[in-house]
DNA sequence: TTGTAGGCGTTATCAT
DNA sequence: ATGATAACGCCTACAA
């Protein structure tokens, strides 16, 4: 059942059929709803494939992250997709693509979604893609929103990850701790982005300015960002410097909560002896006891903006990138008492 | 750039370069070396609408549930991705559609699909499409995969509810517990499903199996499934029934924790006074103190299963239904001790 | 092995 | 207000 199946039974041209369900030209009252009735009996809908090709366009805006099972970035395809539908603006439909932390299913994909013209604009997780995509989404005008990552010629949303790490710290420092360790991902490296470095200035800045001095043996790096690190890192921090009084888990919350667990099997308080702060401000922080003091991400903001933007640009074709910096906010509970 | 582009630059017709694409026909090594040396150069990729439009199939497997943000839903779309990846079957992509808890954007989702063509096959959590929608789906013969509910005309993958709520039940009664209490979701509501109502089955088996008496005080409704609904739960019980003495909360986890926090501000031991026991086993349930004892539902597993039973429904055709009934794993941990 | 011609279901243009 | 015709970019019998 196609265009014009439904335009013979209507008696009226596929043309006419099209215009009504575009509502583009002018049709006469009378035929527009016979047509209407016909189109909702049998219930019709066109095909989305033809709909694409005969307009060059995607019709759909591309999510792209490097899987789908995370807390972090399910809340924030939750903002995108909450944006999506909160502004009336849900005929263009949602695709979510993953890379599974392959760097070759990550260049098929923008290659294919650039390409092969799938999308209107595409939203971009954590994730660089290569030049010849960036290329591509030029070429083609499909504009690109980075979310925590930046490159020229793209838009892009950060976070402002020094000032997080340095109000924590400046918590921290003001509540007397004197030894504050931080807990990091590996840096300097391409592929792991900036975050992890950006969170070490905060909080080196934030050590200075409070008259304390960073020491190398208050530093743990850590790979995964997993809960078991977590454990371990405490354990290696305690090895080197018994003196450590507070931790800054830049790393994030799963690894802050690796840490209370294991502080708590080795009968240290928290947050008497040790005062925590992680960051991302996962579900599980305020489940846990002590609550988990967190630099929480703005998440959802940074999916409902990155959605805004893409609609603006996929509509006005504006072709001016812009770089927005969301500040995290620091949340206090009873880890930094 | 179309594929006559790449056609012209190859001094070839475009239908060389279709067939190379698609690895179709016979084509003499040279030419096929020498187009596809073409494409790469200027990195083309074949318009994905127009194929579609031409096969006049969607060529991707479409994931819909009620929203993205839920680390259980996130678990089992974390099954059907590495499944679809693993089996190297990536040529097919994965569209995830939301329905965000409107029954109205569900309609409309559902019937795009179906109609528009969109997918080979879909995949739906915890939903129900309606009349119309599986009507469309058999007339264009597009394989429904029902995970967590099931209509007659669709393959469908569920988790015995029954069993994992008797089991649960029948440890706590085996470890001497006599007032077992259940928490359970709204029940009797075709919208809801059947989940609360064979959870309560199990539960009662159980009692009786054990020699006590199912006792309507020992029962509490749930409408959300919230931590903080958890919380009010147990005021409710502890207010009707002093002597209850262990929970099963088939509300699921995050309902279980609110119970956990509650009755360790009324300072209640856990185990020792109440023992607890949730269903789902989210990420938090293993990080708390004491930890959540819970039903494991098979979220990976049933994720998997139904991307094969996609594919292999959207490759050969089958036409007879499938119904697959998974066990969930009952997990002790302290809060069961 | 390669090319010609027609079809997929839309939308867009330009008459009528 | 409506319709005839072409265009979108691809796929594929069938003919050469």
Redesign the pocket.
């Known amino acids: 059942?196609?265009?014009?199946?439904?335009?013979k039974l209507?008696?009226?041209?596929?043309?006419?059929?099209?215009?009504?369900?575009?509502n583009?030209?002018?049709?006469?009252?009378?035929?527009?709803k016979k047509v209407l009735a016909i189109i909702k009996k049998n219930n019709?809908?066109?095909?989305e494939?033809?709909?694409r090709?005969?307009?060059?366009r995607g019709g759909e805006i591309a999510f792209v992250s490097s899987k789908y099972a995370s807390p972090f970035i399910s809340m924030v395809l939750e903002g995108v997709e909450n944006s999506s539908y909160g502004t009336g603006k849900y005929e263009k439909m949602l695709s979510t693509y993953s890379t599974r932390g392959s760097s070759e299913i990550k260049d098929e994909t923008f290659m294919k979604i650039a390409?092969?013209?799938l999308a209107d604009a595409v939203i971009v997780l954590a994730l660089k893609p290569n030049e010849d995509a960036m290329k591509e989404f030029k070429k083609t005008g499909i504009p690109v929103i980075l979310l925590e990552s930046r490159m020229k010629g793209a838009d892009s949303i950060t976070v402002d990850n020094v000032s997080g790490a340095y109000d924590a710290v400046s918590y921290l420092a003001g509540s007397g701790r004197k030894h504050i360790a931080i807990i990091r991902g590996v840096t300097g490296n391409e592929e792991v982005g900036p975050v992890p470095h950006d969170r070490e200035k905060g909080y080196k800045k934030a050590v200075t300015d409070a008259g304390l001095k960073a020491d190398n043996n208050l530093l743990e790096e850590v790979i995964e960002y997993t809960f078991e690190e977590g454990r371990e890192a405490l354990d290696n921090l305690l090895a080197r410097n018994k003196k450590t009084d507070s931790i800054f888990c830049a790393a994030g919350d799963m690894c802050a909560l690796g840490v209370m667990q294991r502080a708590q099997e080795l009968g240290i308080k928290i947050p008497q002896d040790i005062s925590i702060i992680g960051f991302d401000d996962i579900p599980a922080a305020s489940l846990v006891k002590p609550g988990l003091a967190t630099v929480k991400q703005p998440v959802y903001e940074l999916g409902k903006k990155a959605f805004e933007m893409a609609i603006d640009h996929a509509e006005n074709r504006l072709l001016d990138t812009v770089n927005v910096v969301i500040k995290p906010e620091l949340i206090i509970r009873a880890s930094a008492g």
Chains 1, 2 share one sequence.
Do not use: C, Q
Request: glycine share 10%; aromatic share 4%.
């Open positions: 059942m196609n265009i014009r199946d439904i335009a209507a008696g009226v041209t596929h043309t006419t059929v099209s215009k009504i369900l575009n583009k030209g002018s049709i006469s009252e009378e035929t527009k019709f809908y066109p095909s494939a033809a709909r090709t005969s307009l060059g390409s092969g013209r």
